[in-house]
């Protein structure tokens, strides 16, 4: 069992940089594959970025290339996302997730998913 909790979201200016995190508990952190969503205001919860169990693989949407980092910290238990960039349709609520699955799934795909954290708000305003 893992427990995700998001942190750091808030408001920031277009152009601007925001770094959020997710905290887990629970054993076996490192054997992880987690990724980040978002859900703007009306629209669909979309893939942002994902990082393997040992944070030497990285993925991201076209939408945030370039502009975004994932990378985590096992022995913190901690995976960040920095947003530098940051345009005002970057605006939504950002998800962390996790799976024990390490190959062999859409990692795009919400229902790859085992473990959801509740989530934080990042609003970037023009």
């Known amino acids: 069992q893992v427990q995700l909790v998001e942190s750091g979201g808030g408001l920031a200016q277009a152009g601007g940089s925001l770094r959020v995190s997710c905290a887990a508990s629970?054993?076996?952190?490192?054997?992880?594959?987690i990724a980040w969503f978002r859900q703007g205001p009306g629209k669909e919860r979309d893939f942002v970025a994902a990082i393997n169990w040992s944070g030497a693989i990285t993925y991201y949407a076209d939408s945030v290339k370039g502009r975004f980092t994932i990378s985590r910290d096992n022995a913190k238990n901690t995976v960040y996302l920095q947003m530098n960039t940051l345009k005002p349709e970057d605006t939504a609520v950002y998800y962390c997730?996790?799976?024990?699955?390490?190959?062999?799934?859409?990692?795009?795909?919400?229902?790859?998913?085992?473990?959801w954290g509740q989530g934080t708000q990042v609003t970037v305003s023009s």
């Open positions: 629970g054993r076996f952190f490192s054997n992880f594959f």
């Open positions: 997730a996790a799976t024990n699955k390490q190959y062999g799934f859409d990692f795009r795909s919400l229902q790859s998913y085992d473990y």
